[in-house]
């Protein structure tokens, strides 16, 4: 048995040349996924690189996810052990967090506090559908003064503002006005907090780096502080609830979280005090950016392609009609809107590449053995972008989700991969999917986007855990009059 084990682990998985101390770090490009994708072509679904002293394996394709993800679902449910990852909601992160027993309680915990302030029924959903019906609302006033006379604006910090609240007013039962200053600082930096952890950034794979000052040890350090100054402000926000805490009354999911972990109301069994905080901190941030990038890409996709947004917005207005906003309940009603949502989810695949997983035990994929303690990079892009899946996956198609009855596809929809999939898959795809569809949809009932005719739309985006366009501005027009409810 043990020849037999040597010879496997002996067996080299295909992969491109590893270069002396780098390993490929040099080829990974400006935009890895579609680096990976090509690898690919020529490698297989399942191939090896090496960044730096790491082995990684790359993961591409539905069917090696899956195969992967689902089938072998423990076995690929571990995070690497980096430092950044220690570094994140104090090490008691759960996002960040290995595969334990302790870890699936702690997953349990928060995955449940999520539902039970969002789709644990009709009340929990109308009171988390009235944060983001505000939200939107306030964000189409700031909207309107930017876009003012026709001014072109970047959207954004309001965008980044406006996701913040949703899950701020969840999380803690608070909400900041788009000119906090202080908000706006701790914000400001956020988004450099996905280039650290995403897939192929060389802060873990080559820690010589920081010896000596380079841009890598910059961001390591960039990193160290935003994580510390993010931290600091949800610590703050524990301690008010801790002492202010009334066991008969449930504001908002700190106190949910605290009164699990701390008073023993669930099961919170070995998860300590630190955890309540490491909890807050992953919603806090697992939450607020992703929502925030997705709705630079609505807006983005939407001023590039006016005749979709005039399409949707007639959508509207003969569903829903001008005399009340859209609610959750309209859904079923428009689903050309959702389908342009799943075409931005896919087109963009704004999450190209899943946090980094690793193996917990030794196993085989497509005939390739993987030993334990192996990082794996799982290319979401690459399914999104499958020639024989998609036709002509590289254009913007709504309709690619409507049968010819204008349903929407739901075998389709599920096969678009954005959320990952098993034991790590994301624990807020439905509170995502429903803010950005109540987002886009009242945006839409009360504006109309424009972009600025001398700075053309341009899909050019930066890399890390997400992917955020570089630049765009546009403008905000109010269609007819404000509804007495927005004014
Ligand atoms: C993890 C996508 C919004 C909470 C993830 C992962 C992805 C993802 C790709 C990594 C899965 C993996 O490593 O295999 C997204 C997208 C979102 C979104 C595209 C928005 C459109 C949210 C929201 C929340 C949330 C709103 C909660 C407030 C989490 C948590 C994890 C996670 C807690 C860690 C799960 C784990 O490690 O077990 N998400 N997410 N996400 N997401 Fe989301």
């Known amino acids: 048995w043990l020849w037999v084990r040597n010879l496997r682990q002996n067996r080299r998985l295909p992969g491109p040349f590893a270069w002396p101390v780098v390993g490929n770090a040099m080829q990974l490009g400006q935009m890895p996924h579609i680096t990976f994708s090509k690898l690919a072509k020529k490698y297989g679904n399942v191939y090896q690189i090496s960044l730096g002293s790491n082995k990684i394996v790359v993961l591409n394709g539905e069917v090696a996810i899956r195969q992967a993800l689902l089938k072998h679902s423990t076995a690929f449910a571990g995070r690497p052990n980096f430092g950044t990852f220690q570094m994140v909601s104090g090490g008691k992160s759960m996002v960040f967090g290995s595969y334990t027993r302790l870890w699936k ?8 506090t999520i539902r039970a302030f ?8 109308k009171l988390f559908e009235q944060h983001v019906v505000g939200e939107a609302i306030d964000l189409i006033k700031v909207f309107l003064c930017l876009g003012a006379d026709s001014c072109y604006f970047e959207p954004g910090h309001e965008l980044t503002v406006a996701a913040a609240n949703v899950i701020c007013a969840l999380c803690f039962g608070k909400r900041y006005s788009h000119d ?17 952890v995403g897939a192929g950034s ?31 402000f949800v610590k703050d926000k524990i301690i008010q609830h801790r002492q202010t805490y009334d066991p008969e009354v449930t504001r908002d999911m700190s106190d949910a979280i605290i009164g699990v972990i701390e008073h023993g109301t669930g099961t919170g069994d ?14 806090m941030g697992a939450g607020q950016d992703t929502i925030s990038t997705a709705l630079h890409w609505v807006l983005l996709l939407l001023v590039k392609y006016p005749n979709i947004q005039t399409k949707i917005q007639e959508l ?54 993987i030993p334990k303690d192996t990082v794996v990079f799982v290319n979401q892009w690459s399914v999104n972008h499958d020639e024989l899946k998609w036709k002509d996956p590289h254009v913007f198609e709504p309709s690619r989700f409507l049968n010819e009855s204008g349903i929407i596809d739901r075998d389709l929809t599920n096969s678009v991969m954005i959320f990952s999939m098993g034991k790590r898959r994301c624990i807020g795809d439905q509170i995502a999917k429903l803010q950005i569809f109540l987002f886009t949809a009242i945006l839409l009932h009360q504006c109309t986007f424009e972009a600025n005719p001398a700075d053309k739309p341009s899909l050019d985006c930066s890399y890390g855990l997400s992917l955020k366009p570089t630049h765009f501005v546009l403008t905000a027009k109010l269609r007819g009059t404000f509804l007495d409810l927005v004014s």
Do not use: C
């Open 105 to 112: 309680e702690h997953r349990r915990i928060a995955q449940s």
């Open 118 to 125: 969002s789709t644990a029924n009709s009340h929990t959903k």
């Open 180 to 196: 906090d200053q202080e908000f706006k600082t701790l914000l400001g930096r956020v988004d450099k907090f996905g280039q650290t």
């Open 202 to 232: 060389l802060v873990d794979a080559m820690p010589w780096l920081q010896a000596f000052p380079n841009p890598v040890r910059s961001g390591y350090l960039n990193f160290k502080e935003l994580n510390d100054e993010f931290f600091e």
């Open 270 to 283: 070995g998860l300590t005090k630190e955890h309540v905080e490491g909890t807050v901190n992953d919603l």
């Open 316 to 369: 509207i207005d003969k569903e829903v009609g001008r005399e009340r906003l859209p609610t959750i309940e309209d859904k079923s009603k428009l689903a050309y809107l959702e389908a342009f949502i799943y075409e931005t989810m896919r087109f963009t695949s704004f999450v190209p590449i899943t946090i980094p997983h690793s193996t917990t035990s030794d196993v085989t994929i497509e005939g390739h053995y």
